[in-house]
């Protein structure tokens, strides 16, 4: 029989671990990759059964190819703190990876709750991160701080799953903030090399509003939409202007007598 690990990483999340862990029971191993909560997310995950592994955070990408070395088994599930695999994924993914002509690695689709409603615009269904089922061995992440991206190390295609899973990424309006906010310092650090100014940051911003409020018809989505599209402008706008105070920062140099005026 094969057998499937479960990864999921975490940090503060004592509120949203114990459905997530809850909703893999099915998996023949669950690890927690936990970045040395201070909230109880470790013991939450100890009591269910979960092996918990504690990695310091230098980035989501190391973060999940440290993720992956913890895994025992075949075939991997990476799922987050705020998603939840649904009977029919989980009935899928024992589908597959008990199907010897299986792909190496498939997509999963995500359905998002925001605001008290399901969000069927904004570039939020269906919507993918990185291919969240695969033989161990068939993928790695790049060592990008936030947005990682992902490299296939196998020749075959991807696949994708039929059945969706459910994310939970907001719990309230000030952890969209507190989002944006740290990811667009982590984001920042990749783009510090360009040339920027704060008018690109402006226009990045903007851009990113407009994309998801009018061509991804997040209008569509009432007041849950115009939410999402002005957090994309915050986080954009934020994550460029950073980078140009981190390259302002690079070229000071404090004068060599402070109190002589020069």
């Not at 013991?43 to 190819?65: C, M, P, T, W, Y």
Request: charged share 25%.
């Amino acid at each position: 029989m094969t057998m499937v690990s479960v990864y999921i990483i975490a940090f503060n999340e004592a509120e949203k671990v114990r459905a997530t862990i809850k909703s893999v029971c099915w998996a023949d191993e669950v690890v927690l990759i936990d970045s040395h909560s201070t909230d109880g997310t470790a013991d939450i995950a100890h009591s269910l059964g979960a092996r918990v592994v504690q990695v310091e955070f230098k980035g989501f990408g190391d973060l999940r190819n440290q993720a992956l070395a913890a895994c025992s088994h075949s075939w991997i599930f990476s799922l987050d703190a705020d998603e939840r695999c649904t009977p029919e994924a989980a009935a899928e993914i024992r589908a597959i990876t008990a199907d010897p002509q299986a792909l190496d690695a498939y997509w999963t689709p995500r359905r998002n709750y925001f605001m008290g409603r399901w969000i069927k615009h904004s570039g939020w269904y269906p919507n993918y991160r990185q291919p969240q089922l695969f033989r161990k061995g068939a993928l790695r992440y790049d060592q990008k701080p936030v947005h990682e991206g992902f490299e296939l190390l196998t020749d075959k295609p991807l696949g994708h799953m039929t059945n969706e899973i459910w994310q939970f990424p907001f719990k309230n309006l000030a952890e969209v903030m507190h989002k944006a906010n740290r990811y667009s310092t982590l984001g920042a650090e990749k783009i510090k090399h360009k040339k920027l100014s704060m008018g690109s940051a402006l226009a990045h911003g903007l851009w990113a509003f407009v994309k998801h409020y009018v061509f991804k018809r997040g209008f569509l989505d009432g007041w849950a939409g115009f939410v999402i599209a002005l957090g994309n402008f915050e986080g954009t706008f934020y994550r460029y202007a950073k980078a140009v105070e981190l390259q302002k920062a690079e070229k000071w140099q404090a004068p060599a007598n402070p109190m002589s005026g020069n």
